[in-house]
């Protein structure tokens, strides 16, 4: 009888052990951020969407960018906050072309666009998921920036010239 007490009590203290592991919380996603194929893919979807767009510039050979693949791009609050954007990597061996048209140094480097493109900020190096998210969200609160009152003001006396 004792060896089966032993067996129950060991039984439901493995089965605890268990639950307790299935309701800890991660912060880890199960796929991470959801990259488009392409910049053109990710500026089209831009247009259509009316979404700002992330590039990630980066390389395999690059171990700050595998740091941020592993280490960033799957957290939790990093996934959540990518869902605002239309992200997409580009590996800078594939397409130099796109590497010097944001002006790379060094890998890597993340470019933040308004839908139409336009670029309103970069950073360059490794960044843990609390400064991406702190990056992407001063990013995309500049896609939304008003015109200031001083460029609709330009943008005006530009419009009243060109239609004389």
């Given at each position: ?27 880890a ?15 089209q ?18 171990a ?10 799957t ?89 004389k």
């Amino acid at each position: 009888m004792k060896k089966i007490s032993k067996r129950i009590l060991a039984g439901a203290v493995g089965l605890l052990l268990a639950a307790g592991a299935m309701t800890e919380r991660s912060d880890a996603a199960p796929h991470g951020v959801a990259w488009k194929p392409s910049l053109q893919v990710a500026l089209q979807e831009a247009k259509r969407t009316k979404k700002p767009v992330m590039v990630e510039l980066g390389a395999k050979w690059c171990a700050p960018c595998r740091a941020m693949e592993k280490n960033t791009y799957t957290q939790l609050s990093v996934v959540r906050e990518s869902r605002k954007w239309v992200p997409v990597k580009i590996d800078i061996e594939a397409h130099p072309e796109i590497a010097a048209r944001y002006g790379l140094q060094n890998p890597p480097l993340v470019v933040f666009l308004k839908s139409d493109g336009t670029v309103v900020s970069k950073f360059t190096g490794y960044a843990d998921a609390a400064g991406m998210v702190k990056q992407m969200q001063s990013a995309y609160a500049k896609t939304h920036a008003k015109a200031s009152k001083v460029n609709r003001g330009a943008s005006k006396k530009l419009a009243k010239e060109v239609s004389k």
